[in-house]
């Protein structure tokens, strides 16, 4: 039976035709048999042919093995993050890992990342160099001090839990990132799919980061300037969906308080009628009873239901009470000063002064409760 492939690892190129083999090898032998994986190269033109050593390994291998080894040729050199993104487009599997082509992940870290995702259940493993086992080896000073701050920015600045936001080795399930939209700049793609995917569950194991033995890094100043942009587009992208869950909420809440309000409408007019016809009371005071029955019944709504206030302790509920007894009480004056005003000096017909002097108490109201009742 032919089985499905569950496991995609992107491995990004640019001139790395000393490494590509030797870690297509490692990688190859690091996966669980169990396991139908493939491996994605993605490259960029590298003029030392790292794309065409890639594929004549993967010839030479290909009868002996189920694990596959696809090449994206891009044309140009586009950046690390876009060539992790370019891979994730053209994986097969649901699970996927991003990690370096230069030995300085090591591969043998991938089973135990794949059974952390499977026992913990969580949506992201990190391969971490800065918890409780992890290290860096080779790196100098200068560096590892670049890659702190560019560490505490991203934990600062927006807010990022994770000890090592900014590692290449990572592992997530593909479902996760789903309709989302990315711009991958630079180098740190796992800091945009954290920032993008809040609230996925995430695991760190940690591993030693040791520096490459063969080719060069091909960090620069360009992608310092990169992270920097990557970092202020990420802090706008969270500001943004903060403020939409904010007015979400406010809508939302705002629906609920009118929702209300029109209940209270019928059990104003229900509890009226009740008391002049079954208690035989005076019309004006089964009115008074009826709009005392409204307030009550609006009152308890809104606290449960609209503002979620689930503290009924005596003395908080009795103040929250008067208070909303004595904004129900100005939103009525409001309505009426109102309608006065627009049919008499503004010369407004009766139904359209209405509806506004209505809808004017009506949120007035449930400004005043929500910031002073219910102190939102
Ligand atoms: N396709 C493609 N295009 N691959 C690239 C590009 C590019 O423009 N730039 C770099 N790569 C590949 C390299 O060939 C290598 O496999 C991997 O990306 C990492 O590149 P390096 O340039 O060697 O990165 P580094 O070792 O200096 O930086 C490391 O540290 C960072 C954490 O501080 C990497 O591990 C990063 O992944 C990591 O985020």
């Given at each position: 039976?032919l089985?499905?492939?569950?496991?995609?690892?992107?491995v990004p190129?640019?001139?790395?035709?000393k490494n590509i083999?030797?870690?297509?090898?490692?990688?190859?032998?690091?996966?669980?048999?169990n396991?139908?994986?493939?491996t994605?190269?993605?490259?960029?033109n590298?003029?030392d042919?790292?794309?065409?050593?890639?594929?004549?390994?993967?010839?030479?291998i290909?009868?002996?093995?189920?694990?596959?080894?696809?090449?994206?040729?891009?044309?140009?050199?586009n950046?690390l993050?876009s060539?992790?993104?370019?891979?994730?487009?053209?994986?097969?599997?649901?699970t996927?890992?991003?990690?370096?082509?230069?030995?300085?992940?090591?591969?043998?870290i991938?089973p135990?990342?794949?059974?952390?995702?499977?026992?913990?259940?969580?949506?992201?493993?990190?391969?971490?160099?800065?918890i409780?086992g992890?290290?860096?080896q080779g790196?100098p000073?200068?560096r590892?001090l670049?890659?702190?701050?560019?560490?505490?920015?991203?934990?600062?600045?927006?807010?990022?839990?994770?000890h090592?936001p900014?590692s290449?080795f990572f592992?997530?399930?593909?479902n996760?990132?789903?309709?989302?939209?990315?711009?991958?700049?630079g180098?740190?793609?796992l800091?945009?799919?954290?920032v993008k995917?809040?609230?996925a569950?995430i695991?760190?194991?940690?591993?030693?980061f040791?520096?490459r033995?063969?080719?060069a890094s091909?960090?620069?100043?360009s992608?310092?300037?990169?992270?920097c942009?990557?970092?202020w587009?990420?802090?706008?992208?969270?500001?943004?969906?903060?403020?939409?869950?904010?007015?979400?909420?406010f809508?939302s809440?705002a629906?609920r308080?009118?929702?209300?309000?029109?209940?209270g409408l019928?059990?104003n007019?229900?509890?009226?009628?009740?008391f002049?016809l079954?208690?035989d009371m005076?019309y004006?005071?089964?009115?008074?009873m009826g709009i005392?029955?409204?307030?009550?019944?609006n009152?308890?709504?809104?606290k449960?239901?609209t503002?979620?206030?689930k503290?009924?302790?005596?003395?908080?509920t009795i103040?929250?009470y008067?208070?909303?007894a004595?904004f129900?009480?100005?939103?009525?004056?409001?309505?009426?000063?109102?309608v006065?005003?627009?049919v008499?000096?503004?010369?407004?017909?009766?139904p359209?002064?209405l509806?506004?002097?209505?809808?004017?108490?009506?949120?007035s109201?449930?400004?005043l409760?929500?910031?002073?009742t219910?102190?939102?």
């Amino acid at each position: 039976m032919l089985q499905s492939t569950e496991i995609s690892i992107i491995v990004p190129t640019y001139n790395e035709s000393k490494n590509i083999c030797g870690i297509l090898e490692h990688i190859q032998k690091s996966i669980p048999k169990n396991l139908k994986a493939e491996t994605i190269v993605v490259d960029d033109n590298s003029p030392d042919k790292t794309a065409k050593i890639a594929e004549d390994y993967f010839y030479s291998i290909k009868e002996k093995t189920d694990h596959t080894i696809n090449v994206i040729k891009r044309k140009a050199k586009n950046g690390l993050s876009s060539a992790i993104l370019n891979g994730i487009q053209h994986a097969a599997g649901n699970t996927i890992v991003v990690m370096d082509s230069d030995f300085s992940h090591p591969p043998h870290i991938i089973p135990k990342m794949i059974e952390t995702l499977r026992q913990t259940r969580c949506d992201i493993v990190i391969a971490s160099r800065y918890i409780k086992g992890g290290s860096i080896q080779g790196w100098p000073f200068k560096r590892k001090l670049m890659s702190k701050i560019a560490t505490g920015i991203a934990k600062r600045g927006l807010g990022i839990q994770p000890h090592d936001p900014m590692s290449g080795f990572f592992m997530f399930k593909k479902n996760i990132i789903k309709g989302l939209k990315f711009d991958a700049i630079g180098y740190k793609m796992l800091l945009e799919i954290l920032v993008k995917t809040k609230g996925a569950k995430i695991q760190e194991v940690p591993y030693t980061f040791t520096d490459r033995q063969e080719g060069a890094s091909k960090l620069g100043a360009s992608t310092v300037l990169d992270y920097c942009k990557s970092v202020w587009k990420l802090y706008k992208y969270g500001r943004s969906i903060k403020e939409r869950r904010i007015s979400v909420r406010f809508l939302s809440k705002a629906a609920r308080f009118f929702t209300v309000g029109a209940s209270g409408l019928g059990v104003n007019y229900l509890a009226s009628m009740l008391f002049s016809l079954s208690a035989d009371m005076w019309y004006i005071h089964a009115t008074m009873m009826g709009i005392a029955f409204s307030i009550t019944s609006n009152f308890v709504l809104n606290k449960y239901w609209t503002f979620e206030d689930k503290d009924f302790s005596a003395k908080r509920t009795i103040t929250q009470y008067g208070k909303f007894a004595g904004f129900s009480s100005i939103g009525a004056l409001v309505q009426l000063g109102m309608v006065y005003y627009l049919v008499d000096e503004g010369g407004i017909s009766y139904p359209i002064s209405l509806v506004l002097a209505v809808a004017v108490a009506a949120f007035s109201n449930f400004i005043l409760n929500k910031k002073w009742t219910f102190k939102e």
